[in-house]
């Protein structure tokens, strides 16, 4: 399924006009999903206040050709006069789809489904999902929403957020999760006062937002990936779009025409690499100056890992046959003695055929030379690691 990133909109604690340009500013930087919060509705003026500046909002988006979603649950249904198999309404309010905060036991959720996009609460395993789908619900409009956690240390155990979305991935239902804006951001809206920062998992809640993004596209589980509040910045924004651009990157000959690679070489090997998109993304630091076919294998090539994977390296052999004809001359470091997990380096000539393939370190090895020495992958990216198995396509980018 295709990678998703979406934002969240909270227009009742925001000008609408604001929120406006907000879902402007993320649908010109690629994201396409909108979700917002319809738990507290009220009857009174300032409700439908509220709820006349949301379905603006939603609208908008909506217009854009973004998915919008809204979160609901038996109080709303209430508070609206409405039944729960009403669907109607949320499409006049601008929504494309809904989320059920709540356990319906299956039978609201199928019938829904026959009609609407219905996003189900993931984060609690997926007894729902499976009542749904025995129950006639259409697995191509249902989608496994895990939930955001303000709070500090309750985010999702990791190893049971995998498993679960993993279930939902084999049983063909899209998945979603919650990154976080950094909770010392200014000017950032969530539903509630507390704010410990609004991740999914524990270990993203001090995280950047591109350390969050490569890791859920790491995993390969999670479709949809959602800010959890309103008040990313341009910057963030651009950054959230770079990312997408990463992913569906094209190569020019024009990019590398100045290598001296040959018109017929670049065709070959372009026509394979710009139909791959990399599932893993490594941000690289203490990166080295190193000659410009160096810099082009690590920082522009899509690398594939062998299938016939060992314990000591994610080793990359395509660049050896691109730059076949360029000379990797040896960079000496007189005080390394191995090359520690993490070091991205590229073979040079003294390793005679394999010049130009691109290794990660995975189990320390012996310096002997015959390796120049590119960076090393951040620290936090040492979790994507495990997941660059036999084939994987992976992609390295600077530490901005």
């Excluded at 730059?323 to 007189?334: A, D, G, L, V």
Aim: hydrophobic share 35%; charged share 30%.
């Amino acid at each position: 399924m295709k990678k998703r990133i979406g934002i969240s909109i909270y227009p009742n604690k925001a000008d609408i006009e604001d929120t406006i340009k907000y879902i402007e500013l993320a649908h010109a930087n690629g994201l396409s999903r909108v979700f917002a919060n319809l738990l507290e509705v009220k009857q009174d003026e300032e409700g439908q206040r509220n709820l006349s500046n949301l379905k603006k909002c939603l609208t908008f988006a909506r217009d854009l050709g973004m998915e919008v979603i809204v979160d609901v649950n038996p109080k709303v249904y209430q508070a609206l006069n409405i039944k729960p198999t009403e669907y109607k309404y949320f499409l006049e309010l601008g929504a494309t789809g809904i989320r059920l905060d709540e356990d319906f036991q299956g039978e609201v959720e199928s019938i829904l489904s026959q009609n609407i996009i219905v996003e189900l609460n993931a984060s609690s395993g997926p007894s729902t999902m499976i009542k749904t789908l025995e129950k006639g619900g259409i697995a191509e409009n249902l989608i496994a929403c895990h939930n955001f956690y303000p709070m500090e240390y309750t985010g999702l155990k990791f190893e049971k957020f995998e498993k679960w979305s993993k279930w939902f991935k084999e049983h063909g239902v899209r998945t979603a999760a919650f990154i976080t804006l950094p909770r010392e951001q200014k000017n950032v809206f969530g539903p509630w006062d507390v704010n410990d920062g609004m991740p999914t998992i524990e270990e993203h809640r001090n995280a950047t937002l591109s350390q969050q993004i490569r890791h859920f596209l790491a995993m390969d589980t999670i479709d949809d990936i959602i800010l959890s509040q309103q008040g990313a910045t341009e910057r963030q924004m651009k950054e959230i779009g770079e990312i997408l651009d990463l992913v569906n990157e094209e190569l020019m000959f024009d990019e590398i025409e100045h290598l001296g690679i040959s018109q017929k070489n670049f065709e070959e090997f372009a026509a394979i690499r710009n139909k791959m998109k990399p599932k893993c993304i490594f941000e690289v630091t203490d990166i080295q100056e190193v000659s410009p076919t160096e810099d082009f294998i690590a920082f522009k090539y899509l690398h594939v890992n062998r299938f016939d994977v060992n314990d000591y390296y994610i080793r990359s052999s395509y660049p050896r046959l691109t730059f076949i004809n360029n000379i990797i001359e040896p960079i000496k470091i007189t005080n390394r003695k191995v090359w520690k997990v993490g070091d991205v380096v590229v073979l040079n000539k003294e390793y005679g055929r394999y010049a130009g393939e691109l290794h990660i370190i995975t189990k320390e090895i012996p310096y002997t030379g015959k390796r120049n020495y590119i960076g090393r992958i951040k620290e936090f990216d040492h979790k994507i690691l495990k997941y660059v198995d036999g084939g994987k396509r992976y992609k390295l980018i600077k530490e901005k």
